[in-house]
């Protein structure tokens, strides 16, 4: 009996913290540096502001994952695949947490264009679902996200993005909702190989998070990453490594309560004209 208390205060305590958490950064690249994703233009831009896909000229395919505190319970999926055309560049992505008893599910189909030399959209279509064990019904939702980018300069970047801007909620007995969520960010080139990145986001469901990133090109394709987060306080760091048209991200963040997670990802760059 305690075994099974245990195990349910575990479950109850990971949905708190983590509800609906495929709403937040995917890919290692914006994990080592501390967060910052909304103002970076990179492939796993598609998750995290899917303006940033607008300057993708390469057809790509992506994988990433996360094992948080050294729990599969808390594994973070990441698949997608982008693809440049003629006009603009599209995306699909699939994005899962959780375990075989509780797992969070979200799939996206994204489109990004280059408006003006300073302004970049791009709006995403997702489709939520979410198991709790096998003898519950899944709860199933539909929302969007959408993101700005400027160049204000050819060092400067702004983001802005927001996650689910018409509240929507689940159709359940508490009418359980899905957070709103709001980043605003900028990314400067302090020099050709060294960037300075820095965000905030806002969430309806927590306080604000301020970030803080920088990425030094140490060698031609090797890559330096740190960073950190003010909610919860968390360090990060890794390294970026491209060979051909594979590129290899590792990274890890450190929490003085919970411990340390780990990222990898990886991206598939198969070079083909636009269609």
């Known amino acids: 009996m305690r075994r099974n208390l245990l195990l349910i205060g ?13 709403s937040g950064i995917a890919g290692t690249r914006s994990n080592a540096t501390g967060g910052c994703s909304v103002s970076l233009n990179d492939f796993w831009s598609i998750q995290n502001n899917p303006a940033g896909m607008a300057d993708y000229q ?5 994988l990433s994952y996360e094992n948080r505190f050294f729990m599969k319970e808390l594994s973070f999926y990441n698949t997608a695949f982008v693809l440049p055309v003629k006009f ?8 899962r947490f959780g375990f075989e008893n509780y797992n969070e599910n979200k799939l996206g189909l994204a489109y990004a264009r280059v408006f003006c030399p300073y302004l970049k959209m791009g709006l995403k279509l997702d489709y939520l679902w979410f198991k709790f064990s096998n003898e519950y019904e899944k709860r199933r939702s539909a929302t969007f996200e959408f993101g700005i980018q400027s160049d ?11 996650f689910n801007p018409i509240n929507v909620k689940l159709k359940t007995i508490h009418n359980e909702h899905i957070p709103i969520i709001f980043r605003f960010g900028l990314s400067y080139h302090v020099t050709k190989d060294f960037l ?3 965000e905030v986001e806002y ?13 030094y090109n140490a060698l031609k394709e090797l890559y330096l990453r740190v960073g950190l987060h003010t909610n919860p306080a968390t ?6 490594y491209t060979i051909d ?9 450190m929490n003085q309560h919970t411990g340390v997670s780990f990222q990898s990802s990886l991206i598939f760059k198969i070079k083909e004209p636009k269609i």
């Open 10 to 22: 575990i479950i109850l305590f990971s949905f708190k913290c983590f509800s609906w958490d495929l």
């Open 58 to 62: 390469i057809f790509g395919v992506g």
């Open 88 to 95: 603009g560049t599209i995306g699909l992505s699939f994005n």
């Open 152 to 162: 204000i300069t050819q060092d400067l970047c702004i983001g802005v993005y927001i």
């Open 196 to 198: 300075a990145t820095s």
């Open 203 to 215: 969430s309806t469901d927590k306080n604000m998070d301020y970030r803080f990133g920088l990425e």
């Open 235 to 240: 360090a990060s760091f890794g390294v970026g």
């Open 245 to 253: 048209h594979v590129t290899i991200d590792i990274s890890a963040t």
